[in-house]
């Protein structure tokens, strides 16, 4: 028996309204596209294994139907809970990237990444998305009440005392349990390894910092810093994928084959493209053509023009995601949403950089698009709980 | 005031959250906006002028990139045009065949599909599928493809093997039979994309080597096109234009089915026709054959044949020749003798034998009759005689005297008959004489300057323009050189007066030749009549070109009766054929420049070349031709005769060959005998069966056909003749007629003939009732001719009536 209304608490009531609808829109937007795409783009591979044409996008498919429901299930959670749920899921998320360096867990690859569980029936999943929502989320929590923390009462005789109640004062101490699980997730994913990841965890995390009103000359900082670390990588094992980037051409064999292929195919779309399921590049020239260069069949299917529709769908998604940040009833659902859009925003457009060579290539999947039913799934889950921020979203007067 | 402070910084202490809130709520929405502002809308902006970039200002680039790996190639190849002779034979024409490709790599995704599909988890075929067939083994595949190409097992799978190759050619232009055992294998074997036959085109020559140097072969190994002759010249007409298939492909270059092809047609090559005509062709290489067996020549020879009034080139044999369809085998038998001697040389050096055949290959390939040059001998007298009549220099009234030999300045420059010489001459016999000094006296009377003009207008100092490829220049003094006023100058025009010290090519010496009988007119020899399209409408034409007229129409009405008396009577006489005017001139040149280096042959002092160069109908040229038979082996060196007794020289050797062959070309040509009186008394005839006629009639009819009768018995009715009707004797020859009288069948004793003269064989004969017939080639019998051979040895028994068969010889030697 249905609760009435007037027995609902505050809480609840506030949790049954009427999701973002212009958001939800562009999510199942982007959803069909990204699900017809990956049939175009991944027909020819499933046919060279030996699978039916449909193989992948018949699966696709059906995660996106699953991801929906999950979304839309998430989005009627009342988001508050997050708030406490945080910590666990922090916590089953750093056990998992634990995990998945255990022998037996992780799949069995040839190259040697231990990125991925085994999972029984959607086959495998990345801890590292866990990682992300984890971060997200307790980074959110804790931001949120960072104005009602109090400074600690140190013992202002010892130096000791004085030095900690002067970190305290700047806010460096306060930046310490932050500091503290990036640092242990870096740590643990260094040894899956997975850079890109570790990336799109570091992006929303520094986004929240950022929202939640760190000191600016902390942004000035951990900006300075991030620019030495990744100018570190460039100079280190990494150089090599600089020079692939710088010119691809010159390493057609040893790397520079898939952003080749990748550029060809963006090229040959030109300003309206080949045509809907007409690209030749998908023709096993491009690798995964279904996964992480999903968008350059897209490119050449679609053109010039298709591929602005797509990014204004997807800038449209990002800045309405932000526009539902900045109307959340509180801070916590507005650190959330600025994290799970910024975490979405940097997918986007390091997965787009990759493919048109505008940075070198890391494996960044594209949302809604690229093959991956676990990483579909989480996706909608996090637009789920977008939704169900934009439920408590005060109406309009 | 002090209390309010500490209140005040007490409150400020205990604040609730609410209070600072609006100042971080601000800070909140200002860096949402930035956020906002970043991710919304700045990331985007480089994102989109990238894709501008590609997709806009290089789209056509790398669409070019891309178009070029999604797309195969393949080269349809068109037919090549045949080449056909004047007569309409195929020389040469182009057939489909394939080269059988195989590619490892592809044989190895092969192995590796099927193990996907047809192995379970434990690696055991499941053999229960319905599809299921045995998997491909490479040991197997070899041995089946070994067996239908015939080609080595061992080494065919050693070539599967290497996997990481996608194009092996296992064979090449295979028949379509075999082809199609490919083809079935494939299918058996489910070998699809890893071995597959690609069409290709094999050129044939139907007639084998005839005219090899003049058509030419293709080359597989150039891209299947022509080297040497007609194939080689009209190539770009002959070879069409290659079409393409464009199919599109994956990137695991398979071919993508139903999608995008575009098909541009080949052009099939144009027909080439040229003038060599087969028949003439062949009587040519078979009396070039026949000389060189005959005289043991040790270093080939050329005939030409050519149409003295157009330039069309007849027919052009050259010795050594090859098998077009196998220019890479060696057949000539001195060429090949050579090899040999060169493979079992112990001494020999490792490459020998590959340097002595690509030597050897060379040298049957060239047309010597055209890329090289030769001292052309007296046969170059011919135009030295069209010059000093033209210019009025001499007349067939004037006479020269040899005494065997002339001084110019300081040389003696002996005569080929040698003192007494030829004594006194008129121009005529001293032409059929081909006297030397009679020569040099023309010369000098024609003088350096005109004599230069002359060789220089009978095109000798330039190419003929003849149409084939690699034409040879001549080596001839500078004109500063030979009208140099010296003695040494008097010897170069003395010399050049009888053809000897400077080379011309045998091109050039025929179509100056051919000036000097057809009216005066330097006609451009030519080889291509026509180039047709492959619907037969005419592309192409030669028609014949005079380069320019050199001597008048009269001058050279008396060349040709002057050359004419040559072959009749003087050293050409052994090319006279009975019924068919015949001119000409004979040529040997003793001396070559001393080449050391020839691997077969030593072109020192008996290298000598003998030539003849002959035309008929006299008063009508038809045809003309040059024979010339490089270095007959002496029987011993330095010696003037060979092996056989035949001296060596061109009226011995070349003339009679000669005379033979143009017999050969007229009877071909339909040029109608016309015997003198006295040729007509040598003639054969056949006797008449008049048997059972009434005497009158016999008798009548006997002598109607030429023959004398003498009657046996007084009946009426003839009941038998002598000989039998239908047998072939001398016109004029007598016939036996019995009438009513019994034909005595006692046998005669045949007499034996030799050293006899003509005549005194024929009556000999005739007491018998035996009748004679003049055999062999050389027809001409001069009153110091003997018979040599006859067809029945003396003492056989025979019936009376038949017919000896006898061959005269005349020992008089034809020096030149």
């Not at chain 1, 350059?296 to 990014?311: F, N, P, Y």
């Not at chain 1, 509180?330 to 600025?338: A, E, P, Q, T």
């Not at chain 2, 294998?185 to 007639?207: A, E, G, Q, W």
Request: aromatic letters at 8%.
């Amino acid at each position: 028996m249905a609760k009435l209304k007037r027995d609902l608490t505050m809480e609840e009531q506030l949790s049954r309204g009427p999701v973002d609808l212009p958001f939800l829109m562009l999510v199942v937007i982007l959803t069909v596209i990204g699900a017809v795409t990956v049939f175009s783009a991944s027909y020819p591979t499933a046919l060279y294994e030996e699978r039916s044409a449909t193989y992948y996008f018949v699966r696709q498919a059906v995660f996106a139907g699953v991801g929906l429901g999950v979304m839309y299930l998430a989005s009627k959670v009342n988001y508050q809970v997050y708030r406490a749920l945080s910590v666990v899921v922090l916590g089953v998320a750093i056990l998992l990237l634990v995990a998945v360096l255990i022998p037996g867990i992780h799949t069995d690859r040839a190259d040697g990444v231990r990125r991925w569980i085994k999972l029984p029936i959607a086959g495998t999943f990345q801890p590292s998305e866990a990682a992300k929502l984890g971060v997200i989320l307790y980074f959110s929590a804790r931001m949120s009440k960072r104005n009602s923390e109090k400074h600690k009462p140190f013992n202002r005789r010892s130096f000791l005392g004085r030095a900690l109640s002067w970190l305290d004062k700047v806010g460096i101490l306060e930046m310490v349990p932050y500091l503290a699980i990036l640092l242990v997730i870096i740590v643990l994913m260094k040894f899956e390894p997975h850079m890109s990841g570790t990336i799109l965890i570091l992006i929303p995390a520094a986004a929240i910092l950022f929202a939640g009103g760190i000191p600016l000359w902390m942004v000035g900082v951990g900006g300075v810093g991030a620019a030495g670390l990744l100018v570190l990588m460039m100079t280190g094992y990494q150089a090599d994928r600089i020079d692939i980037w710088r010119d691809p051409w010159a390493h057609p064999r040893d790397g520079g084959w898939q952003i080749i292929q990748s550029l060809y195919a963006i090229a040959s779309g030109g300003l309206f493209g080949v045509g809907f399921g007409q690209s030749r590049q998908k023709q096993l020239f491009l690798p995964e053509a279904e996964n992480d260069f999903i968008f350059s069949v897209w490119c050449e299917e679609m053109g010039l023009v298709g591929a602005i529709v797509v990014l204004a769908l997807f800038a449209l998604l990002i800045i309405r995601g932000y526009w539902i940040a900045l109307h959340a009833r509180d801070r916590f659902g507005s650190l959330v949403v600025v994290g799970i859009i910024t975490l979405m925003a940097a997918q986007v457009f390091l997965n787009i950089s990759v493919v048109t060579n505008l940075l070198p290539t890391t494996g960044v999947s594209l949302p809604f698009f690229s093959y991956g039913g676990t990483a579909l799934v989480i996706e909608l889950a996090e637009m789920g709980i977008v939704l169900g921020v934009s439920r408590q979203v005060r109406a309009a007067k | 005031m002090r209390e309010q402070d500490r209140r005040r910084e007490e409150r400020e202490r205990s604040r609730p959250e609410q209070a600072p809130n609006n100042k971080a709520n601000r800070t909140v929405l200002i860096r949402t906006l930035v956020l906002m502002a970043l991710f919304g809308v700045i990331v985007f902006l480089p994102l989109l002028r990238q894709l501008w970039s590609i997709q806009i200002t290089h789209h056509e680039e790398y669409q070019q990139k891309a178009i070029n790996q999604q797309t195969m190639d393949s080269a349809v190849a068109p037919d090549r045009g045949k080449i056909v002779s004047a007569d309409g034979e195929i020389l040469a024409m182009s057939a489909t065949v394939y080269n059988v490709i195989l590619s490892p790599h592809d044989f190895k995704t092969l192995q590796e599909s099927w193990d996907k599909k047809f192995l379970d988890d434990n690696g055991q075929p499941k053999t229960s599928r319905k599809d299921y067939y045995p998997r491909p083994e490479a040991d197997q595949i070899a041995q089946g493809l070994s067996t239908i190409l015939n080609i080595d097992a061992a080494k065919t799978e050693e070539r599967i093997g290497k996997t990481s190759s996608y194009y092996e050619v296992l064979s090449q232009r295979v028949e379509r039979e075999t082809a199609d055992k490919v083809n079935q294998f494939i299918l058996d074997n489910h070998l699809s994309n890893s071995v597959y036959c690609m069409p290709t085109s094999k050129r044939y020559y139907p007639k084998g080597s005839l005219a090899a140097q003049v058509i030419g072969w293709v080359n597989p190994n150039v891209d299947n096109t022509g080297a040497y002759g007609m194939e080689a010249l009209y190539e770009e007409q002959l070879a069409g234009k290659t079409g393409r298939v464009v199919t599109a492909k994956d990137g695991k270059n398979r071919e993508l089915k139903y999608s995008f092809q575009d098909y541009y047609d080949a052009t099939d090559g144009n027909d080439v026709n040229i003038t060599i005509n087969t028949t003439i062709q062949y009587y040519c290489e078979r009396i070039l054959e026949k000389g060189i067996e005959t005289f043991e020549v040790q270093d080939g020879g050329f005939v030409i044949a050519m149409d003295p009034k157009t330039g069309a080139i007849k027919a052009w044999a050259n010795s050594p020749d090859y098998d077009l369809n196998q220019p890479w085998t060696v057949s000539d038998p001195v060429l090949s003798e050579y090899l040999t001697t060169v493979e079992n040389d112990p001494a020999a050096a490792e490459d020998a034998y590959d340097t002595a055949l690509k030597q050897m290959l060379n040298r049957q390939w060239r047309n010597k009759a055209m890329n090289d040059s030769y001292e052309p001998g007296s046969t170059f007298k011919t135009v030295v005689l069209a010059a000093a009549l033209e210019e009025g220099v001499v007349s067939e009234s004037d006479h020269f005297y040899c005494p065997g030999y002339y001084q110019v300045g300081e040389y003696t420059i002996e005569c080929s008959q040698k003192a007494p010489g030829h004594k006194d001459q008129d121009l005529a016999k001293a032409v059929a004489n081909s006297c030397n000094p009679a020569f040099m006296m023309i010369g000098q009377r024609l003088g350096a300057e005109k004599f230069y003009q002359y060789v220089k207008d009978f095109g000798f100092l330039e190419k003929t323009g003849v149409d084939m490829q690699g034409e040879g220049k001549s080596i001839f003094w500078s004109r500063s050189q030979f009208i140099a006023p010296s003695t040494q100058q008097n010897s170069y025009l003395a010399t050049a007066s009888f053809g000897q010290r400077f080379q011309v090519t045998p091109i050039q010496l025929i179509t100056a030749a051919s000036a000097v009988i057809n009216g005066g007119h330097l006609m451009q020899p030519y080889v291509m009549e026509s180039i047709t399209d492959p619907e037969g409408n005419v592309v192409e034409k030669t028609e014949p070109t005079e380069v320019r007229q050199v001597i008048s129409e009269e001058t050279s009405e008396r060349c040709r009766k002057i050359l004419e008396g040559v072959v009749d009577g003087g050293t050409g006489k052994r090319a006279y054929v009975p019924g068919y005017r015949i001119g000409g001139k004979t040529g040997s040149s003793e001396t070559v420049k001393e080449e050391t280096d020839d691997p077969i042959i030593n072109k020192g002092k008996d290298y000598t070349i003998v030539s003849f160069l002959g035309f008929a109908p006299a008063d009508d040229p038809q045809i003309v031709v040059l024979l010339a038979y490089n270095a007959p082996k002496p029987a011993v060196p330095g010696s003037n005769v060979t092996s056989q007794d035949y001296y060596i020289s061109g009226g011995n050797m070349a003339a009679s060959m000669a005379g033979e062959l143009l017999e050969n070309i007229l009877d071909y040509m339909g040029v109608e005998r016309q015997y003198t009186e006295e040729e007509k008394a040598a003639i054969d005839m056949t006797v008449p069966n008049l048997v059972g006629q009434s005497a009158q009639v016999g008798v009548e009819a006997a002598q109607n056909a030429g023959f004398t009768v003498r009657t046996v018995g007084e009946g009426d009715k003839v009941t038998a003749q002598i000989p039998v009707g239908g047998a072939m004797i001398p016109n004029g020859s007598q016939i036996v007629l019995y009438l009513d009288a019994e034909k005595p069948d006692e046998p005669v004793k045949v007499p034996s003939l030799r050293g006899k003269s003509l005549e005194q064989a024929r009556e000999a004969l005739a007491k018998l009732d035996l009748y004679l017939k003049v055999g062999g080639s050389d027809r001409y019998l001069s009153s110091g001719a003997t018979v040599a051979t006859q067809s029945v040895s003396a003492g056989t028994m025979v019936e009376p009536g038949t017919v000896i068969d006898c061959t005269f010889s005349d020992n008089s030697m034809v020096r030149t």
